[in-house]
C-alpha cells in the first residue's frame, strides 16, 4: 500500500485568499484524486489528477475554484481559491497504482478553516 | 452509477458485543464494494474490500464483511467490539474494474460503552 502525506494539515485562512496543498506519494501511483469533506459529512469527489494533462472535475467543481496540478507520477497539488467560509472542510488526496487500481489509500487529509 | 446507503448515523455497543454496520449499494454494473474506517483528525483507512472474488470477506481488526448480491447488501460486522473500534465508519462503491471513483455513503458513527 502506498504511504501518502499531506502539507498542510491544517490552516486557518481569510476569505478571499488562495491556499494550495500539496500531496505526496512514496511511490509512483497511477491515479490521484481530490475529495472534499464537508464538517460531519462524508466525501465527495471533486477531480481526478491526471498526470501531465488536466484534471478531470466532478460535476459541481469547476477549475477556476479548484486548481489540480500532477507534474510526476508521484505528486499532486490542489488550490482552493478565492475562498470563502462555505470552504472550510477536510480536502483528502488518495492514491492507487499497481495492479489494484480500485484500491485507494488516503492522506491524512488537510483541515481548513476560512474566516 | 453507483451509490451506497449506510442505514443508521449512529451505532453505540458494549465492550464485546456484537458491531453490525449496515450497507446497501446501487450499481448499474458490478460493483466494487469497500469499508473505510476514519479515527479522529486522521485520514481514511481501507478495513476491506470486495472485487467480485469471495462473497465473505474478511479485513483488519477482527472486522468481516458479507456481500450478498440479492439484498445488494455489504454489511460490516465485528463479533466483539474493543474500545478502540470506536471511530466513523464508511461504505463506498465503484464501477468495477474500469471505473475507480468511489462514492461514499454518509458514514456511520460508532461509539463503545464500557
Redesign the interface.
Known sequence: ?AV?SQKPSRDICQRGTSLTIQCQVDSQVT?M?WYRQQPG?????IA?ANQGSEATYESGFVIDKFPISRPNLTFSTLTVSNMSPEDSSIY?C?A?GGKR?????????T?LTVT | AQSVTQLGSHVSVSEGALVLLRCNYSSSVPPYLFWYVQYPNQGLQLLLKYTSAATLVKGINGFEAEFKKSETSFHLTKPSAHMSDAAEYFCAVSGGSNDYKLSFGAGTTVTVRA
Open positions: 500500500s501518502i491515479m484524486f459529512q462524508s466525501l465527495t469527489l481526478t483528502l488518495s492507487a487500481l480500485y484500491e485507494q489509500y488516503f492522506g491524512p487529509g483541515r
